[in-house]
């Protein structure tokens, strides 16, 4: 029945395609004609209806060519939606590149630039609007029972409880474990035995399964391989949790060395050349853009700073950055210069600010010097905050996972001090759980999430920034 609704599924997401890329098609060239005064009459159906019809049908079946190329008609059941919507502004981003190339090349571009440029958007958007309106309602459906996927267990091992759990605690991907096959009965499982490892094969004969999880104790790399080729057989899906699982990353990967499978601890997308070129280009062009408008900012604040206590404008310390190298990161001065030798982290009420630092401080414009560590290289816009190397040592020996925030440079701001986690006066665990959350998720669009979510709180004025470290 599982396999009967997703191609069902598959059908429908694919005619809605077709419409949506027809529909998004015309609408685009007559806006286009209708307020830029561009357009080409075989988008418009003007003088030759067989050759616009023809024009909308190639152009649309490329499109769902390149939806398939991109795997978007496969199960996004348990599958974060940014990574569904991504992939498809991907496979449109190409579908532009193409007709960009194909009119280019026939000298007609100059016509069709605003209707291309507006379907490429207009399209986009419709397409992951529907697409996450039908994933709602997929979900809600599957909280009510319906088009559920039947699970099995083969095995059990000291990750079982935690991906019986998982299941359990998110009912909208529509998963039901039917119980355990085990070599022997566990005392205490949470769900129910099924009869030993053997009866694999009968019980497939009997029951509805749809997906196999393997549970691996360590050992028994080898025992399984029998279950293996019956699964094969059966043409039943199946997935290995070794029992190591239970006690590392969630965010464990597969890749391969010279054809031979490697398993990776962690992913991380800005290990990509491509990924870590935009996040350095957008972090240059905006860093030189804010200290262009801020330039008056600047100097108002280096005034307040300068007349109100003695000491230097910019206060510079020693901060740990990526790959655990220490680098020099400006601030205006906030505090009295004879607080600089205390070393602890700041609070919300700090005794050791100036009166001009407490104003500086509560709207984050003592952070504006660090645009120059952002334009060096030491630093990007957004990342994990940097410590002094004292703390660094210091929470690296309590908190296992501290030193997972080095893999990426330091930023201005952070996921973790959108959240609320700023300063001493916070956890250092759930601020390296926002950070190593950040690192492994990362994408273009949570920087600039995270980006609108800082200017949002810094309007607010409600918070102070609490984190030097004098």
């Known amino acids: 029945m599982i396999r009967q609704n997703q191609k069902l599924l598959n059908s429908f997401n694919i005619v809605l395609d077709f419409i949506v890329v027809i529909a998004s098609l015309f609408a685009s060239f007559w806006l286009a004609f209708r307020y830029f005064n561009q357009g080409n009459s075989v988008f418009l159906f003007g003088d030759n209806a067989v050759a616009s019809a023809g024009m909308y049908i190639l152009i649309s079946l490329m499109y769902l060519a390149l939806y398939s190329a991109f795997h978007l008609y496969r199960s996004y059941r348990n599958i974060p939606f940014w990574v569904q919507a991504t992939e498809l502004a991907k496979a449109n981003l190409v579908a532009y590149i193409i007709l960009v190339a194909f009119f280019c090349a026939f000298s007609s571009f100059d016509r069709v630039q605003v209707g291309i440029t507006v379907f ?24 009510k029972g319906y088009n559920k996927k039947f699970l099995t267990i083969l095995g059990y091992n000291e990750a079982t409880e935690g991906f019986v759990k998982r299941i ?22 949470a769900i129910p035995f099924l009869g030993k490892s053997s009866t694999l094969e009968s019980y497939l004969q009997k029951n ?11 050992g028994e790399n080898v025992s399984f391989l029998n279950e293996i080729m019956i699964l094969e057989k059966y043409g039943v899906k199946f997935s290995i949790i070794p029992s190591i699982f239970a006690k590392l990353p969630s965010r464990v990967y597969v890749t391969s060395f010279d054809n031979m499978p490697v398993l990776g601890m962690r992913k991380i997308p800005l290990d990509s050349l491509l990924n870590s070129f935009v996040k350095r ?21 280096a005034l307040m700073v300068k007349l109100t206590s003695p000491g230097p404008v910019i206060f510079r310390q020693t901060r740990v950055g990526i790959n655990r190298k220490p680098f020099e990161m400006y601030k ?12 602890r ?35 990007s816009l957004v990342g994990p905050r940097p410590e002094i190397p004292h703390f660094v040592n210091q929470f690296m020996e309590y908190i296992p996972s501290y030193m997972i925030k080095h893999y990426v440079k330091p930023g201005m701001t952070g996921w973790a001090q959108v959240n609320g986690l700023r300063g001493g006066d916070t956890s250092i665990e759930e601020r390296i759980q926002f950070d190593i959350d950040y690192i492994e998720n990362w994408s273009f669009w949570f920087d600039i999430r995270i980006l609108f979510r800082t200017a949002f709180k810094l309007c607010a004025g409600k918070k102070q920034n609490k984190e030097d470290v004098k």
Request: charged letters at 20%; hydrophobic letters at 50%.
């Open 120 to 143: 490429f958007f207009l399209s986009t958007f419709l397409q992951v609007l529907y697409r996450g309106a039908l994933r709602e309602f997929l979900w809600f459906v599957r909280k």
């Open 332 to 343: 205006f001065r906030s505090m009295r210069v004879e607080t600089e030798s205390i070393v």
């Open 208 to 218: 509805i399964v749809d997906e196999v999880f393997i549970m691996l104790k360590e």
């Open 168 to 189: 359990r605690n998110s009912p909208e991907f529509g998963y039901e474990i039917s119980g355990y096959l085990a070599a022997e009965q566990m005392p205490g499982a």
């Open 345 to 379: 982290m700041a609070g919300a009420e700090d005794d050791r600010c100036t009166s001009v630092g407490h104003f500086l401080r509560k709207y984050s414009i003592d952070e504006l010097p660090q645009l120059v560590n952002v334009l060096k290289g030491d630093m």
């Open 281 to 301: 280009t957008f972090d240059v062009l905006f860093s030189l853009l804010c200290l262009v408008l801020f330039s008056p900012l600047f100097l108002i604040a």
